[in-house]
């Protein structure tokens, strides 16, 4: 599954692609992506929207469209994305979702194992659902050691498990967990509620620096 800075990367390369742009004709292929929504409803109401801004939060992608609309697309273990600036990919394998773009080229969503998800939100659906799902980036000022012991105190979980969970830190994936708990000497099965004050520093310095 892509990590954190895989993500990243995706959001780089669609930024200067969609920006600006409109969604002039959406096409999605198959009816998983957008479950338990209809794809011809989904594709209808992306139809006409013109994009205002290409984010990331955790592992998620977050296309900002004008109207204040969001799309919130999960690339899971394969998703990735084509862009064509000759409208040319019509048939690319394992195609689950092509935009036609305003200025004739083409976006393509790719997806082999096909567990990758859209989701279109209104304006006030969108940060209640990702503060839901995902907490602070490690790198952001909001992972901070309190922050941590807090989510990880009285948890029986291992301790790899509880720093899996996308509400502890954001976009952390199993080879950074790994890596943070190798530089903290932490066990990943330690249950997560028992360590000290100094190894919760230790593990958020770790996870930082992984």
Do not use: C
């Not at 198959?30 to 794809?39: C, N, T």
């Amino acid at each position: 599954m892509p990590e954190l800075p895989e993500v990243e990367t995706v959001r780089r390369r669609l930024e200067p692609v969609l920006v600006g742009r409109t969604f002039e004709h959406v096409d999605i292929d198959d009816a998983r992506l957008v479950r338990p929504r209809e794809p011809a409803e989904v594709a209808a109401e992306l139809s006409g929207e013109r994009v205002a801004a290409v984010e990331r939060r955790g592992k998620y992608l977050i296309v900002r469209f004008e109207s204040g609309r969001v799309l919130l697309v999960h690339l899971r273990m394969t998703g990735s994305f084509r862009h064509d600036r000759r409208g040319s990919l019509q048939d690319v394998p394992h195609r689950r979702a092509v935009v036609n773009l305003e200025n004739g080229s083409d976006v393509a969503y790719r997806d082999v194992r096909r567990f990758g998800t859209w989701l279109l939100l209104e304006p006030p659906e969108v940060e209640p659902y990702l503060a839901a799902r995902v907490g602070p980036e490690p790198l952001g000022p909001g992972f901070t050691t309190a922050f941590l012991h807090t989510r990880l105190a009285d948890r029986a979980a291992p301790l790899k498990a509880a720093i899996l969970d996308q509400r502890t830190v954001a976009g952390l994936g199993n080879i950074y967990a790994d890596e943070a708990l190798w530089r903290a000497r932490l066990h990943p099965q330690r249950a997560a509620g028992g360590l000290s004050a100094d190894e919760v520093a230790e593990l958020r310095r770790s996870v930082r620096a992984a």
